[in-house]
């Protein structure tokens, strides 16, 4: 396994030419299955290759956190344009994370934090984790596809 | 970092003139995917794409934009005609729309985009 550069103080953008010069694309089998309104069918997120080869690599990625604090500022009224990139570039980086830690920040990342706060209250899971096999096999009926309230938040480990 | 580096304001050819290297840097699309109903297939700084349901998806970056105003392009792949807009532009993210060009209806379809703009 090639060992990364010490990244901490790079621009994330040459980072991720880096990886995408020396990595290998990971196609995870895990899906991400959540829904963020009753109104609305079940979404679902798959993580990209190239990302999931930086998490598994290590040294890359910054902490879920920086995007966390990047929204915030985003989401101000007064917002024009991001002034604390320099999060992203000078946060020390994640380490090598295994694939379902990856999964699990990906979440933090990428789905609206309204679901991943509190996908255990209410009678069904707002959110589960799955493989890709688990997913209906065809796209038929696709805006009507729900996670099944046969789940239960209190033994999803079964 | 342990990279090789070469520093440049200016590229020069021998006899068809000169380039100042801030059009390549400025210029360059800073993410692009191409991408099926259901998975990435090819890309450059996305962290994920969700499928939100028929011709609604949203891709993910992994290096945040400056702004949220910046431009891109789309493109429906394949022979059929369709038509593929990209909205709700955060710095971390866009939503990609595609439809049938003659009505107007969502549909799956394979796209592609590139972004461009600044980088915070």
Redesign the interface.
């Known amino acids: 396994m090639i060992d990364t ?3 901490q ?6 980072r ?1 030419c ?1 990886a ?1 010069e020396n990595l290998e694309g990971h ?1 995870s089998d895990y899906r991400v299955v959540y829904e963020d309104s009753v109104d ?2 079940a ?9 999931m080869a ?1 998490a598994l690599q290590g040294g890359i ?1 910054p902490p879920v956190w920086v ?1 966390h604090e ?2 915030r500022d ?1 989401a101000m009224p007064t917002f ?3 002034t ?2 320099y999060l ?1 570039h000078d946060t020390e980086p994640m380490p090598a994370m295994t694939e379902e830690e990856a999964i699990e920040y ?1 979440i933090m ?2 789905c609206p934090q309204s679901v991943w706060r509190n996908w255990d209250t209410g009678n069904k899971p707002k959110l589960v984790i799955c493989r ?1 096999e688990q997913l209906p096999g065809t ?1 038929e009926w ?2 009507a596809w729900k996670i099944t309230e046969e789940l239960s938040v209190t033994d999803l480990a079964a | ?3 090789g580096k070469i520093k440049a304001d200016t590229l020069e050819h021998s006899t068809a003139g000169s380039l100042d290297t801030q059009y390549v840097v400025k210029g360059s699309a ?1 993410a692009w ?1 191409r991408s099926g ?4 297939n090819e ?12 011709g609604d998806y ?1 891709i ?1 970056f ?7 105003t910046f431009p891109g392009t789309t493109a429906g792949l394949g022979t059929a005609a369709r038509s593929v807009n990209y909205s709700n532009s ?4 866009i939503d990609l729309d595609t439809f049938v060009s003659s009505t107007g209806s969502r549909t ?1 379809t394979a796209t592609g985009f590139q972004i461009n703009g600044d ?2």
Not at chain 1, 9 to 14: N, S, Y
Not at chain 1, 45 to 50: R, S
Not at chain 2, 90 to 93: K, V
């Open positions: 550069p010490e990244f103080g790079t621009h994330l953008f040459d991720l880096w995408k196609q609305e069918c979404k679902i997120l798959v993580p990209d290759p190239n990302w930086c990625l995007y990047l929204a985003e024009t344009k991001h604390r990139g992203l990906l990342k990428d890709k796209r696709r805006n | 970092m342990a990279l800073k995917a109903s259901a998975a990435i890309s450059f700084n996305t962290s994920g794409f969700t499928d939100n349901g028929t949203t993910a992994s290096s945040a934009f400056s702004t949220n955060q710095t971390t993210s799956d980088l915070a």
